[in-house]
């Protein structure tokens, strides 16, 4: 709800605000934040309840942070209730109290000392755990982070190898901050032109091509701002917080390091969230959600790969943590650090308008070249297999020399339709209207839009002939494939069907990492942050489906993905090639990412945008609305359009009429959506502020079932 309920205060206690109470609501009693006082009210006096039981007696969250929250909501037109909650851990929600006796610790025993690696030689996750405790005693939280199971620490502790241990034993165990090598010319130039920056507020973007080394320009950075007692709030994408970060950081700084990442507990993510409240905690490092974490003595927000889109929260509060950064170290101005080798376009446009500090690292800072990018015209060669001729040779000539080559497709499954030989008919998902893909693994047709699965059928629906053929390939095939087609050479897929089972992918990784595999098959989860440093051959098998996307945000991804894939390979400082398939090789994009790379192509990108008046040049909003029933859809939408149409804000303001979505039918719900732009983001906020009410009370809003998504990622 879009508003907020008035109580009388407790007879007794003193109500802060900022602090939790318990208060009847309806017919329960319900936790609720108080976000102000006033001594009056819309409601008559005798109706209000009073407040049962207060449960804090100081602010949960800086006023600073709570002025965030409140901004948020009011930003991305979200209830504030639910804003307040979703900056909650679970516990906290349902009125508990903050405990870091909570945290579990476990250190190793001297039975546990006395074990080698053959002692536990059936149970190599038993021996991981091990290891991980021969430096010291570490959280649960931080060993889950590693990929240790529940289930291996208690068998471990069962054994009597591993014992748990008080909180003051962290301490003992954190190591001196290791010896690191000196930091590059670029590094160092970096690393003092941010330290001269950590009074007050800035924004800095550090970009550095893959394997530049900004990790280590974060590290020196934090090493600073430990060292007079304040603390940091790093950022990372979801699929970004991996054991080698966590050990890194650990290493590094030897200070003990929170996390907030989802395989926690609800009692792990209190006791993080409490001791960075605190300020016990030097180091916090999470995923997105992690921003709204209150931090008694805040020295510096990073954010890695900040053009990363899982820091955008793409249902309910539609927030974008990477801007919410921008906003906190704002009100509690400090340096924030965006890091990335392929910076978004927001951050670019900033940099160009002088509100961003622009930093470049443009070498490996271990040495060798990023390789080089050429594609491969499709439209002239014979195809033997799902890869051309020229790209089987080099894959090779790779392979010979005992080398890893990756090959990358962003689609999963075996194939993308199933299609009736004899009379054109395809297996399609009736809820959206688009074909299956056929996953030949698990035996299912699943739909990619929804979820939905149907066993594979023998016969067509249509005529009943038996040929179904698979048209189109995934990654299923393309691993099946390439395993016939290079017999001795052994291949991985990593996709999100190869790694569904928990750890599957940390130890797919380790495994690729000790050179089990030559052949790498995957999608974008290869994409991102893992060091495959034997990978010398990068081969893109498919970009074409980019070059056709609606979204005005497609090229900007394309490039992204591509770059980022591409710096996979020669980490080591080997000779490294990227091969890009396609049958468009004279693509304005494909051209320039060959012969200049992402900055060039960037700004070849944001001068269209500029040109169109697109973000990150305008603002944009979207109210998208759903339902079995299309034409309540669209006289909802219609509505609102007209509502938005009479409101005074509306100068400035472009309002789209609405239409279908790109993608009109999803589970058998029909999608429309009406769009927003202005050239500035105020004038669109004070525009939803002004109608949401009126828009909200309709009939039809409680039919459809609709939402507000501002700065949206996808149109
Ligand atoms: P990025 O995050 O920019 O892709 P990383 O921080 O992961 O780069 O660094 C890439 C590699 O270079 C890592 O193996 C790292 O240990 C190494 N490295 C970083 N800085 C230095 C340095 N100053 N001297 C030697 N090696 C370095
Ligand atoms: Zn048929
Ligand atoms: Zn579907």
Redesign the pocket.
């Known amino acids: 709800m879009r508003r907020i309920f008035d109580y009388l205060p407790h007879p007794q206690r003193q109500v802060v605000v900022g602090g939790r109470v318990r208060v009847p609501f309806g017919r329960r009693m319900m936790v609720g934040v108080v976000v102000g006082e006033s001594d009056h009210s819309d409601w008559p006096v005798e109706q209000l309840k009073a407040v049962d039981e207060v449960l804090d007696q100081q602010p949960i969250w800086p006023q600073s942070l709570l002025d965030l929250l409140k901004w948020a909501g009011r930003y991305y037109q979200h209830p504030i209730g639910e804003v307040l909650t979703h900056a909650l851990p679970k516990k906290m929600r349902q009125g508990e109290q903050p405990n870091s006796a909570d945290i579990e610790v476990w250190q190793l025993t001297d039975a546990g000392v006395a074990q080698d690696a053959q002692s536990t030689k059936r149970a190599p996750k038993q021996w991981q755990l091990l290891e991980l405790l021969k430096a010291g005693a570490q959280e649960r939280a931080t060993l889950s982070a590693q990929g240790v199971t529940g289930a291996t620490i208690q068998a471990v502790a069962k054994k009597q190898w591993i014992e748990s241990a008080p909180l003051s034993a962290l301490n003992e165990s954190l190591s001196q901050p290791s010896n ?5 010319r670029e ?1 160092s130039i970096a690393i003092t032109a941010l330290c001269s920056r950590l009074q007050g507020f800035s924004v800095s973007l550090l970009e ?9 320009v974060y590290l020196d950075v934090m090493s600073q701002v430990i060292e007079q007692g304040k603390q940091v709030l790093v950022l990372v994408p979801e699929i970004g917080l991996t054991p080698q970060t966590l050990s890194r950081f650990r290493h590094h700084l030897g200070v003990r390091i929170g996390l907030v990442h989802s395989g926690l507990n609800d009692s792990e993510r209190l006791a993080a969230w409490q001791a960075a409240r605190t300020g016990e905690l030097p180091v916090l490092l999470g995923t997105r959600s992690a921003i709204f974490t209150p931090m008694a003595n805040l020295g510096l927000i990073v954010v890695d790969e900040e053009h990363d889109g899982s820091y955008k929260q793409q249902d309910g509060f539609r927030y974008q943590a990477r801007d919410l950064a921008v906003m906190r170290a704002r009100n509690e101005q400090v340096l924030l650090l965006l ?1 990335s ?1 392929t910076p978004s376009f927001e951050s670019l446009a900033n940099v160009e308008a002088g509100r961003y500090q622009h930093l470049t ?1 443009s070498e ?3 040495g060798g070249q990023l390789p080089k990018i050429a594609a491969i015209d499709m439209r002239q060669q014979v195809m033997t297999g799902p890869l051309s001729a020229p790209i089987v040779k080099a894959m090779e000539q790779h392979l010979q020399a005992n080398n890893q080559v990756l090959v990358f497709l962003n689609r999963r499954g075996f194939a993308p339709v199933l299609l009736c030989h004899e009379c054109g008919w395809f297996a399609e998902c009736h809820r959206c209207n688009r074909p299956f893909t056929w996953h030949k693994g698990f035996r299912r047709l699943v739909c990619h839009h929804c979820q939905v699965e149907r066993p594979v059928p023998h016969q067509c629906d249509s005529c009943g002939s038996t040929q179904l053929v698979p048209v189109g390939q995934g990654t299923e095939q393309l691993e099946e494939a390439l395993q016939e087609q290079f017999p001795d050479y052994p291949v991985v897929r990593i996709d999100r069907d190869s790694t569904r089972r928990k750890d599957a992918f940390e130890n797919l990784v380790a495994d690729i990492q000790r050179g089990h595999y030559r052949i790498l098959v995957g999608t974008q989860m290869l994409a991102k942050g893992h ?1 495959f440093v034997d990978v010398t051959l990068v081969v893109i098998a498919d970009v074409d489906g980019a070059l056709f996307s609606s979204d005005f945000r497609a090229g900007e991804r394309m490039c992204q993905l591509l770059t980022q894939v591409s ?1 996979r390979a020669g ?1 080591a400082g080997q000779q490294a090639q990227v091969l890009l398939q396609t049958h468009y090789p004279d693509h304005p994009w494909v051209q320039q990412l060959q012969t200049e790379g992402y900055q060039q192509v960037a700004s070849a990108l944001l001068a269209e945008r500029k040109q169109a008046q697109l973000p990150p040049y305008a603002a944009i909003a979207i109210i998208r609305a759903e339902a079995n029933d299309e034409t309540k859809v669209a006289e909802f939408l219609a509505a609102a359009e007209l509502v938005l149409n009479t409101a005074a804000q509306r100068h400035e303001v472009i309002v789209m009429p609405p239409g279908p979505c790109a993608m009109v039918r999803k589970a058998g719900r029909y999608r429309w959506q009406l769009v927003l732009i202005a050239p500035q983001k105020a004038p669109i906020q004070k525009l939803l502020t002004e109608s949401l009410g009126e828009i909200e009370s309709s009939k039809l809003a409680q039919v459809v079932r609709w939402h507000v998504d501002v700065d949206p990622h996808d149109t």
């Open positions: 690191q090598p000196p930091a590059t590094q550095g091509i893959t394997g530049s080394g900004k990790t280590r890091g080798a690292l490996r800072a271990a060091d710096g980490r």
